[in-house]
């Protein structure tokens, strides 16, 4: 079974701090990486997508990737009240077109 | 707008009840897919498809079946719901560029099954 894995949280982190999240995934010829945020009772919606060896900004955002180790991050600088939401990790698996997404980590950012 | 619409948002049925929740996209996207969303599991992929009359199983697909005659509408059918089909659902809709995908989700529709 292909897996993408995270810490369920909640990570608490106050107001303006970095937050750091993290993804594992078991799949080595996973090729896309996604992270998606989600508030409480509301579809989620894209964050970042990912798919190089490095870092990618956008924002606020950085999501970073290594393949080697097999994990995928998000960091959140300057972080707001209103990021507090749970972040979802997505990879398409290799050979298919399905989506395995983590169960989330839900993000609170304390004022 | 661009979205993407899924009805009922909420539906309460009973064991055995054959239903079809619609979702349907006004973006000409070629990918759709179905999703459930349980505490503690996350979101899992039931059915996806890549273009009209392609369609192939995610990772949760028992109990479910989808059909893409057109390519704006993607229908999720129970034929006969058990409890533990009680979930939320997402359908999403993608231009499926898989590198660079973005996936737009429609609201959610809420399922029980007693």
């Known amino acids: 079974q292909k897996e993408v894995e995270q810490n369920s949280g909640p990570l608490s982190v106050p107001e303006g701090a970095i937050a750091s999240l993290n993804c594992t995934y078991s799949?080595?010829?996973?090729?896309?990486f996604f992270w998606y945020r989600q508030y409480s009772g509301k579809s989620p919606e894209l964050i970042m997508f990912i798919y190089s060896n490095g870092d990618k900004e956008d924002g606020r955002f950085t999501a970073q990737l290594n393949k080697a180790s097999q994990y995928v991050s998000l960091l959140i600088r300057d972080s707001q009240p209103s990021d507090s939401a749970t972040y979802l990790c997505a990879v398409i698996t290799s050979g298919t077109y399905k989506y395995i997404f983590g169960t989330g980590t839900r993000l609170k950012v304390l004022a | 707008e661009a979205q993407v619409t899924q009805n009922p948002r909420y539906l309460i049925t009973v064991t055995g009840k054959k239903l079809t929740v619609t979702c349907s996209q006004n973006m000409n996207h070629e990918y759709m897919s179905w999703y459930r969303q349980d505490p503690g599991l996350g979101l899992r992929q039931i059915y996806y498809?890549?273009?009209?009359?392609?369609?192939d199983k995610g990772d949760v697909p028992e109990g479910y079946k989808v059909s893409r005659k057109e390519k704006r509408n993607f229908p999720l059918i129970l034929e006969s719901p058990s409890p533990n089909q009680t979930s939320l659902y997402f359908c999403?809709?993608?231009?499926?560029?898989?590198?660079?995908?973005?996936?737009?989700f429609g609201p959610g529709t809420r399922l029980t099954v007693l």
């Open positions: 799949d080595r010829g996973s090729q896309s």
């Open positions: 999403a809709s993608s231009w499926g560029r898989f590198r660079t995908d973005t996936q737009y």
């Open positions: 498809s890549m273009n009209v009359e392609v369609t």
